[in-house]
């Protein structure tokens, strides 16, 4: 096979991810620990395996099919450090819940390595294969606590919704592949361009990719599956929809729009500018009413897909970097902020309701600190690593000439500012409702000071990883 070195990382993986299955199957109850193990084992080799791809020449495997390049390569390694981070806080949520432990991991494998191939898809099919096989972990990992209703109920509502997109998505795709006769992507760039004849065509499929993108995203209008799906399952599988899989989407929404349908982006920056707009205005709104911290920080996630959509409204490298930078930072940033959920969520007990919240400096000073810098940063306040990543993507769309959309998303961010300033005072002013201390593990707290500590230097000091986002866009 042509190329299929640049193809190892994922190869590893789904070795490792079947050997984690089959190991899993003969562990004895008290020998549960080792599947934890395991699977940290494989994602730390495939990210020695990633990195060690970043500033390689460009090139493509499996008849085109597969790429790497600059954006690639990165984009996998953030995604499978901030795996590794979450794994490591969820670690004692599900076993304190009796969750299927073998089970968790090995889905949580299997998903990440979905998100690697969507990070490297230069194919429709590729693309679609990617993203189906890291929805399949996501429905069953929401499903996993079978005890609890709401996890039922959220998984149900996840896999209707979910299939509806992918439905919506591959219908765009084969509208696409009928006007241009491909499913390669540089070919379907290079048939848009130099022929208008499967142009209406294709509109007409971007249409309907664009509708898949935004419910893969919870977009608005197309967000009303996050709320549920965020408070419903376990808090564990949330941390994890709420991190990797952004930066992941983020990766297919280049691929497919920017390096297959460029030509049409006068058509889809409109869109986009639309579903940028609602998403600020929706998602930071209705977060100010929730007293469910999981749904606050759901409609969080909506609005800030709203911030990373308008570095896509600039369409040009500018925008595409700062898009890529705000992934980025807000994947390992929403890590931190669920990673303190988790501290708190002991004993089979959840953290959900903002009272929950109250007095934890005094409970715990070190996730209270953490939880504060991860606030301060969402909501984009100097120096943290938020306020660098809003800035830039603000900056490109206003040289794009929509000045309009970053007035309404600077007015909103000010109003989203109350709902995580709220959570801040009540962590630092308000009495605990339970005084008890808060404990966590050794490994844990390690784990909660090194990213609370990167989103602050990575506010003070986002040249590096702004310069790589730069390089990824600049060929």
Request: glycine share 8%.
């Amino acid at each position: 096979m042509d190329n299929l070195h640049l193809a190892t990382p994922e190869i590893f993986m789904l070795f490792a991810s079947c050997a984690v299955l089959v190991v899993d199957l003969f562990l004895k109850p008290g020998q549960r620990h080792m599947t934890y193990w395991l699977t940290q084992g494989s994602l730390l080799i495939t990210l020695l395996l990633t990195y060690g791809q970043v500033g390689d020449t460009a090139g493509t495997a499996f008849s085109g099919a597969y790429t790497v390049d600059g954006m690639s390569a990165v984009l996998k390694s953030w995604i499978l450090l901030i795996a590794i981070g979450g794994f490591v806080y969820t670690r004692d949520y599900i076993k304190d819940r009796e969750i299927a432990n073998g089970e968790y991991y090995v889905l949580g494998l299997f998903g990440v390595m979905g998100m690697m191939i969507m990070t490297s898809s230069n194919n429709l099919l590729t693309i679609y294969l990617g993203l189906e096989l890291l929805a399949l972990s996501l429905y069953a990992m929401v499903a996993l606590y079978r005890s609890n209703a709401d996890a039922s109920e959220a998984a149900m509502k996840y896999f209707v919704l979910g299939a509806l997109a992918s439905g919506m998505l591959l219908y765009g795709m084969s509208m696409v592949y009928g006007s241009t006769g491909s499913l390669d992507l540089a070919t379907i760039s290079q048939a848009l361009t130099t022929s208008d004849a499967g142009s209406t065509g294709a509109r007409f499929g971007l249409t309907f990719i664009i509708v898949g993108l935004a419910f893969k995203l919870g977009a608005v209008p197309f967000h009303m599956w996050v709320p549920d799906v965020y408070d419903g399952a376990p808090t564990s599988v949330t941390l994890y929809i709420s991190t990797a899989p952004k930066i992941a989407a983020f990766a297919m929404i280049i691929r497919l729009l920017v390096d297959g349908l460029e030509v049409l982006s006068s058509d889809w920056t409109l869109m986009f500018a639309i579903l940028a707009a609602l998403s600020l205005v929706v998602g930071n709104l209705l977060a100010i009413a929730q007293q469910n911290i999981k749904r606050m920080l759901a409609y969080s996630t909506i609005s800030h897909v709203g911030f990373l959509l308008l570095g896509m409204v600039a369409a040009n490298p500018e925008g595409y970097s700062a898009s890529m930078f705000y992934a980025i930072t807000y994947a390992f940033t929403t890590l931190a902020a669920f990673g303190v959920l988790l501290v708190l969520s002991r004993n089979g007990e959840e953290a959900v309701m903002l009272d929950d919240l109250s007095g934890l400096f005094r409970r715990n000073a070190l996730a209270a600190t953490v939880m504060m810098v991860a606030l301060i940063s969402l909501a984009g306040v100097p120096p943290l690593v938020g306020f660098y990543a809003k800035l830039s993507v603000l900056k490109a769309v206003i040289s794009a000439g929509y000045v309009w959309l970053a007035v309404i998303a600077v007015i909103m961010s000010v109003v989203g500012a109350f709902y995580y300033l709220r959570a801040i005072k009540m962590m630092f002013f308000d009495d605990p409702v339970d005084s008890s201390e808060v404990p966590a593990r050794m490994d844990v707290n390690a784990t909660l000071a090194v990213n609370g500590l990167a989103v602050v230097v990575l506010g003070i000091f986002p040249g590096w990883i702004m310069a790589v986002c730069v390089r990824a866009f600049a060929g």
